[in-house]
């Protein structure tokens, strides 16, 4: 009977060289699979090629896998998604509310959560038409509640302002994710550019058929950026939430 031939030997008794035994052992090495890697490979895959790009496929060939095995640990992309933006949202964490600071409490969460947004490309997409039932998101919409009804706003105020809320903040980012991402490093001088062209060309429409976007064509560019812009909003927003307060906060004060 013939001797079997050792692991560590290759046929003729010749050790086998120590170089193919590590590259060896390097190539059974896998990491397993699992939910948090799916997920994990899903937000770099958001983050670096886009949400129009992000496919259960995609993702397996990120893993180094065939895209049937993912089904075991996600059902589908729209869940997928819903993990990924439950893991954005973790760590996440809400002030005590205070019924004296309430409208500051909300400004800060709302600009905390814009910027959770902008560092991660793709996730406000991907938020749109979501329902954010995940345990973070949960957590997310009760503190926001919180301090709403730490305002004193009536209930059907205090819950319809959370979607209200929810919406700007999201649209807001999906918005410069479109506006600036993509053409690459030069979008902001591109759009720049296009803004004084259209300005240029409002200003040359006939006075007596648009007056008004005549005479608005300065601030209607006004330089001051996506933020301006959006701090903007944001005070329009918590104003009006204001009139709704049995608190009746000074105006001044917002």
Same mark, same amino acid.
């Given at each position: 009977m013939a001797k079997a031939t050792a692991r560590n030997e290759i046929p003729g008794g010749a050790p086998v060289p120590p170089w193919e035994r590590a590259r060896k052992a390097k190539a059974q090495a896998r990491t397993p699979l699992s939910q948090e890697a799916i997920v994990e490979a899903a937000l770099r895959i958001l983050e670096t090629d886009g949400y129009d790009l992000l496919s259960m496929r995609r993702v397996a060939a990120e893993l180094d896998t065939g895209a049937a095995s993912l089904y075991a640990h996600v059902a589908n992309k729209d869940e997928l998604l819903k993990l990924v933006i439950d893991r954005v949202f973790e760590g996440v964490e809400f002030p005590a509310p205070d019924p004296e600071q309430w409208v500051e409490q909300l400004r800060e969460m709302m600009r905390g959560t814009r910027r959770i947004l902008q560092a991660h490309p793709g996730i406000a997409r991907a938020m749109l038409g979501q329902v954010p039932f995940g345990p973070s998101?949960?957590?997310i919409v009760e503190g926001f509640m919180a301090i709403l009804r730490a305002g004193e706003l009536p209930d059907r105020a205090a819950a319809w302002a959370g979607d209200v809320i929810s919406l700007y903040v999201?649209?807001? $980012?999906?918005?410069?994710?479109?506006?600036?991402?993509?053409? @690459?490093?030069?979008? &902001?001088? *591109?759009?720049?550019?296009?803004?004084?062209?259209?300005?240029?060309?409002?200003?040359?429409?006939?006075?007596?058929?648009?007056?008004?976007? $005549?005479?608005l064509a300065d601030p209607m560019f006004e330089s001051? @950026?996506?933020?301006? &812009?959006? *701090?903007?909003?944001?005070?329009?927003?918590?104003?009006?939430?204001?009139?709704?307060?049995?608190?009746?906060?000074?105006?001044?004060?917002?």
């Open positions: 998101g949960l957590r999201v649209a807001s $980012v999906f918005e410069d994710d479109i506006r600036f991402s993509q053409h @690459g490093e030069t979008s &902001r001088e *591109e759009v720049e550019t296009w803004a004084e062209q259209m300005k240029s060309y409002i200003k040359s429409l006939p006075v007596a058929t648009f007056p008004n976007l $005549v005479a001051g @950026g996506p933020e301006g &812009r959006f *701090e903007f909003g944001l005070d329009l927003m918590l104003r009006g939430l204001a009139s709704f307060s049995r608190r009746n906060p000074d105006p001044a004060r917002l």
